[in-house]
Structure formats: structure tokens, C-alpha cells
């Protein structure tokens, strides 16, 4: 078992030393010149004056919700984020999610916390024309539960390796809540814009149909993601739904944290609390689609499906596990597909965290004070799974 402590003003240091030369490597010279030179009036005048005006100069009743129950740390940094998905260059934002800045300040975490190796394993596997990480405490045992993890980062940004600490966490609780080997494979998908849809749905397929050969049952399969990779994690089930074997291929439950039901939408507006903006979000989904008129098919935005018989012939076996902050731009959508999914009879829990925000199980592994806090998130997560996966 290994959690490592909340993400420290040392530890961001330290990703700002790694990520510095993957910047200078993979972006134009000018073109990072001309976004930090953006970017210096927010940071040096806009970001200080707000925050201390919200913290300390506005009465509490009128703060935002998040504000409200948010640390200084979570606060500063939530603000940053913010800025960062509505003003830079994708391909300047996922120099930050990459594997080369990522699994280094991984493992420096790891010593700092007293690690050498990590007693959860971890390997890229290549399956056909993907890749993933499969994670498990003992690669010589067959795992008894799955998790198929899609990442988030809008199809634009975002990797397995960002994640990797979540994932191992989340390894840690499922085996701390009784299961004999958990293991996790997260799917490691093109984004764009290298390729749109269908490239990242076909890649999701393979992905599942290589966890079926390996956990041989595919009740024992949790599919799930947060943000886009949730939106791959519902595409992948509508599409199966149409297999004329998919009862007996049908996965045993799905565990999605904030996910991005569909992807354009007039009830996307920006919130006063997320750190997501509509603008950006619609041109990343955009992006994904590759042409106006996908925008709309359910195949591309499984929010877009109304077909009930669809949805519930679609739904695991033990139903979906939903987690997401009341805060969150995508929520009006996604309680309007809850509500789709209990009408059309199948089984949901929903977790919906007051005064949270986007994928908050996840923010809040690495910025929460407490443990109790950090782990609340993947806690609830791994409960819905017992529940729904019965130990053997």
C-alpha cells in the first residue's frame, strides 16, 4: 500500500524545475515567449489583487462556493488553473500532463516520502496501435477486479502518467478494501489534434477487449474516467450496446468522475467556482468531433443519446457509479443523463460534492490538508466498486 502526502510549495517547485526544459523542447521558442508575456500581468497583478480581495476582503456569504470551503493553497492554485485552460495553447498545456514532466516528479514524491520502488507496480503495455499503464500490487497473480481508466484533458492534453499517482492510490484502497490483486490498466489515447473521433474510440475498444482476454470475466471489469475520458467510457458502452454478444462482453460496473456528457451545449456556462471555461471546453470538443454535425451524434456525445432502451440495454450490469462537485460547468448536463438513466431503469449512485468543482477527487488527492480529505473522493469510489464487484 503507498499514499504519499498532499502536494507541498517544495513539490511545486520541483515540477516547475522538470517542466521547464520539456517546455523549451516541444514548444516555439516565440510562441512560449509570447504566452508567458500574456500571462505576467495575471500572475503579477490580477491573481494576488483577487485572491486577497476574496479571501480577506469579501464577507463569506458573498464568496464562491468553492472559495467558501477552499484552502489558501487549494484557492491560489484552482486560480491558476483557471487562467491557464482558458488562455493557453493546448500544446503548451499538455507539456504539462506529459509523461516526461509527470513520471519524474513521481518519483521524486516517491523519496520524499521514503520509497525507493513503489510496492504497486507499474508497466506500459502496447496492445495493436494504443498503449496503456497496467498497475497491480503482484503482476504474477491474476487480478479479481479491473479498473479501465480513461484520462480527462478535454481529447487535447492529459496523460496516464499525470494520473499515475491517483491510480496507485486508488490500487491501494481497492486492496485496503479487501480485494486480492486490483489492478488497473489506463488507456493511454491520441489526442488532437494528431487525430479526431474515431481514432480514440477505436483505440477504446481495443483497450477493453484486451482487459476481457485478461480478467476472462468481464463482470469483474469496472470501466470508467473522468472529464473526456468519461465521455470515452460512455461512447465505448453505447457502442457495445449495439454488439449482438454484448450481454456476455457487458463490463460489471462504471465509475465516472465528472464526466463530459455532451460535448457542446447551451447549459456549458462558466461558474464562478470551476476552473473550466465553456469557450475552451466547446473548441477542444470541436476538435474531437472534427466536423459540426458529429457534435450531435451520440457516438461522439453520448450526452446526446435520449434513447432510453439504448441507455439501459448500454448500463453495466451493476449500473454507473457517478462522483462530480455541484460547482462544475458540466453539471446541469450530467444530472439530466442521471435522470435519463434512473427513468430508463438503470441503477446510478451519485456522489455530488457540495461547493466542489471539476474532477474534484482528483484535484483534491494533491491539494486537500488532511488525508481524511484526500482520500474522500477515491474512498467513495471504492465503495460504489465493492458494492457493485463482489469479492471472491
Known amino acids: 500500500?503507498?499514499?504519499?502526502?498532499?502536494?507541498?510549495?517544495?513539490?511545486?517547485?520541483?515540477?516547475?524545475?522538470?517542466?521547464?526544459?520539456?517546455?523549451?523542447?516541444?514548444v516555439n521558442i516565440f510562441e512560449l515567449l509570447l504566452c508567458v508575456l500574456q500571462a505576467l500581468p495575471f500572475f503579477l497583478f490580477q491573481l494576488p489583487c483577487n485572491f486577497i480581495f476574496e479571501r480577506f476582503f469579501t464577507p463569506k456569504k458573498h464568496r464562491s462556493p468553492f472559495v467558501k470551503q477552499a484552502s489558501p493553497f487549494q484557492d491560489f492554485v484552482i486560480r491558476c488553473i483557471r487562467y491557464a485552460f482558458a488562455r493557453f495553447p493546448a500544446n503548451i498545456s499538455r507539456?504539462?500532463?506529459?509523461?516526461?514532466?509527470?513520471?519524474?516528479?513521481?518519483r521524486f514524491r516517491m523519496l520524499r516520502y521514503?520509497?525507493?520502488?513503489?510496492?504497486?507496480?507499474?508497466?506500459?503495455?502496447?496492445?495493436q496501435n494504443t498503449h496503456g499503464v497496467w498497475i497491480t500490487p503482484d503482476e504474477s497473480q491474476k487480478p479479481d477486479v479491473v479498473i479501465y481508466y480513461c484520462h480527462g484533458g478535454g481529447f487535447s492534453m492529459g496523460s496516464s502518467y499525470f494520473y499515475l499517482e491517483f491510480l496507485v492510490t486508488w490500487v491501494s484502497l481497492l486492496e485496503k478494501a479487501g480485494y486480492r490483486n486490483p489492478a488497473i490498466f489506463a488507456l493511454e489515447y491520441?489526442?488532437?489534434?494528431?487525430?479526431?473521433?474515431?481514432?480514440?474510440?477505436?483505440?477504446?475498444?481495443?483497450?477493453?477487449?484486451?482487459?476481457?482476454?485478461?480478467?476472462?470475466?468481464?463482470?469483474?471489469?469496472?470501466?470508467?474516467?473522468?472529464?473526456?475520458?468519461?465521455?470515452?467510457?460512455?461512447?465505448?458502452?453505447l457502442h457495445l450496446a449495439k454488439e449482438p454478444d454484448y450481454?456476455?462482453?457487458?463490463?460489471?460496473?462504471?465509475?465516472?468522475?465528472?464526466?463530459?456528457?455532451?460535448?457542446?451545449?447551451?447549459?456549458?456556462?462558466?461558474?464562478?467556482?470551476?476552473?473550466?471555461?465553456?469557450?475552451?471546453?466547446?473548441?477542444?470538443?470541436r476538435q474531437y468531433a472534427g466536423s459540426e454535425e458529429r457534435l450531435y451524434d451520440?457516438?461522439?456525445?453520448?450526452?446526446?443519446?435520449?434513447?432510453?432502451a439504448w441507455w439501459a440495454k448500454a448500463s453495466p450490469s451493476k449500473g454507473f457509479g457517478v462522483v462530480f462537485g455541484s460547482e462544475e460547468l458540466l453539471g446541469p448536463d450530467l444530472r439530466d443523463l442521471i435522470a435519463l438513466w434512473r427513468k430508463s431503469g438503470c441503477a446510478v449512485t451519485v456522489r455530488e460534492e457540495p461547493g466542489a468543482i471539476h474532477a474534484w477527487p482528483v484535484a483534491t488527492l494533491f491539494l486537500s490538508d488532511t488525508q481524511v480529505e484526500r482520500l474522500k473522493g477515491l474512498k467513495d469510489l471504492t465503495k460504489m466498486i465493492r458494492q457493485a464487484i463482489e469479492i471472491r
Not at 499514499?3 to 516541444?26: E, K
Not at 507539456?95 to 513521481?106: D, G, Q, R
Not at 510496492?119 to 503495455?125: D, F, K, N, Q
Request: charged share 15%; net charge neutral; glycine share 8%.
Open 1 to 26: 500500500m503507498m499514499i504519499l502526502g498532499r502536494i507541498s510549495y517544495l513539490d511545486c517547485i520541483v515540477f516547475l524545475i522538470f517542466l521547464a526544459p520539456q517546455l523549451l523542447l516541444h
Open 95 to 106: 507539456v504539462f500532463f506529459s509523461k516526461a514532466v509527470a513520471l519524474p516528479f513521481f
Open 114 to 127: 521514503g520509497y525507493l520502488h513503489s510496492p504497486i507496480h507499474w508497466r506500459e503495455i502496447r496492445i
Open 190 to 237: 491520441t489526442l488532437v489534434p494528431e487525430a479526431a473521433y474515431p481514432t480514440q474510440i477505436h483505440q477504446t475498444i481495443i483497450g477493453y477487449n484486451y482487459l476481457r482476454s485478461v480478467a476472462e470475466d468481464a463482470s469483474r471489469i469496472c470501466v470508467g474516467g473522468d472529464s473526456a475520458g468519461g465521455t470515452l467510457a460512455l461512447t465505448l458502452l
Open 247 to 285: 450481454e456476455k462482453r457487458k463490463p460489471g460496473f462504471a465509475t465516472l468522475i465528472s464526466p463530459w456528457t455532451t460535448l457542446f451545449s447551451t447549459n456549458n456556462r462558466d461558474t464562478a467556482s470551476d476552473f473550466l471555461n465553456a469557450n475552451s471546453l466547446h473548441s477542444h470538443g
Open 298 to 308: 451520440p457516438f461522439v456525445s453520448p450526452g446526446a443519446c435520449k434513447d432510453g
